[in-house]
């Protein structure tokens, strides 16, 4: 499942128990620029946040198995890969 379907899954579990809507957002980080703060929004509230993919889809999975007991399995998007700079 990817993330966009998890959240389709998880926004459609929340609207039949009358919950708003979760949504991502990015932004710049503001420790390191360089980097992209990921931030999962439901309205102006600020649910989870990180700076990588691999913490998001944890908490994805909790929200799914809040609604069921089934194990889901979450692809994390692919990001463009840093190149190492040897000294």
Not at 62 to 73: I, N
């Amino acid at each position: 499942m990817t993330i966009q379907e998890a959240l389709s899954k998880i926004n459609r579990l929340r609207g039949k128990q009358s919950l708003y809507p979760i949504h991502i957002m990015t932004r710049p980080s503001v420790s390191c620029p360089t980097k992209e703060t990921i931030l999962i929004m439901c309205r102006e509230e600020t649910l989870h946040k990180s700076t990588h993919w691999g913490a998001i889809s944890p908490f994805l999975k909790g929200m799914l198995t809040a609604f069921s007991e089934k194990t889901v399995k979450i692809e994390m998007p692919v990001t463009k890969q840093r190149k190492i700079e040897w000294r």
